[in-house]
């Protein structure tokens, strides 16, 4: 066998081998790089987090410092860009309650986007203080995320242990937010308002308790007079329309209107102090 017979073999695996050893390494030192780089960044302080941009389909819907409370941002404790989990970020926005979806973006040298929408308040759940309601029956706090809103309490007489904010899946929601839709449907609110929704008793033992109560308030003649309705759970929505014709008969002054029992209505004069 001649000699070039035998190189030509040799350098085929020398070749190889060295191409191994490109591909393989390149990748390396590549991560090991990037990664040197970006343990540089985590204390250079010209990527300390300084700014937190909005967006959403309403501007500015909370205001910058509950975001930086939220997100754990301060000047005081600096978080580096770098270093920010922009994933736990989304979750502690979202462990809110307000926030209904949230994405977080990096935006070199400083600064991150917040993109999100805040839940809108229908109703206050007049079980627990601080607690507002939206039309898929999620609750969440008010304050100090909201100012101050005039809304119908909602009252449905069950316990959440332990408590937290989000979803409530109950017969009692599903059946609350069924009446105010229905509210809002009847245009109740003219000439009237809508003070609460009382589905607590609905669940008493005795049948002649259950029942769903609406308090609300009605101007007449430029005064303003109080109405206890009193709805069965099963035919609500007939009873209230029955309602609706006894007002256009221009009802006594305060009542407690019971419409369990149509076609009868039983009306009892309410007594104030």
């Known amino acids: 066998m001649s000699l070039s017979k035998k190189v030509k073999p040799l350098y085929a695996f020398l070749s190889i ?6 591909f393989s390494g390149l ?9 040197e780089k970006k343990s540089l ?3 250079q302080k010209r990527y300390q987090i300084k700014e937190i941009i909005q967006k959403g389909p309403v501007k500015e819907a909370l205001k910058t410092v509950y975001l930086s409370e939220i997100l754990d941002l301060s000047i005081d404790h600096p978080q580096n860009l770098f270093a920010f989990d922009t994933k736990r970020a989304e979750q502690l926005l979202l462990s809110t309650g307000v926030i209904s979806s949230a994405r977080v973006t990096k935006i070199k040298p400083n ?11 229908i109703a206050y759940l007049g079980d627990y203080t601080n607690t507002v309601m939206d039309s898929e029956g999620v609750i969440f706090p008010l304050t100090p995320y909201y100012t101050p809103k005039v809304l119908i309490t909602i009252y449905l007489g069950i316990k959440i242990d332990p408590f937290t ?11 609350a937010l069924k009446i105010y839709q229905l509210i809002a ?16 008793k609905l669940s008493s ?22 109405r206890y309705i009193r709805l069965s759970k099963n035919n609500y929505e007939e009873e209230l329309m029955n309602f609706l014709d006894l007002k256009a008969m221009n009802l006594p002054k305060n ?7 149509l076609p009868n209505a039983y009306l009892t004069p309410l007594e104030l102090q």
Do not use: C, W
């Open 27 to 35: 990748p390396l030192l590549f991560i090991n790089l990037r990664n």
């Open 165 to 175: 904010y989000g979803k409530i899946e109950h017969e009692k929601m599903e059946l």
């Open 17 to 22: 081998f060295a191409s191994i050893l490109v």
């Open 205 to 226: 033992e005795s049948l002649g308790k259950q029942e769903i109560v609406l308090t609300l308030y009605e101007t007449l003649g430029g005064e303003s007079y109080i």
């Open 111 to 121: 600064t991150i986007e917040v993109d999100y929408e805040v839940r809108e308040p």
């Open 255 to 261: 009542l407690v209107v019971d419409l369990r029992m």
């Open 185 to 200: 449907r009847l245009n109740l609110h003219k000439g009237v308002f809508i003070d609460q929704i009382d589905l607590s």
């Open 41 to 43: 960044y985590k204390i």
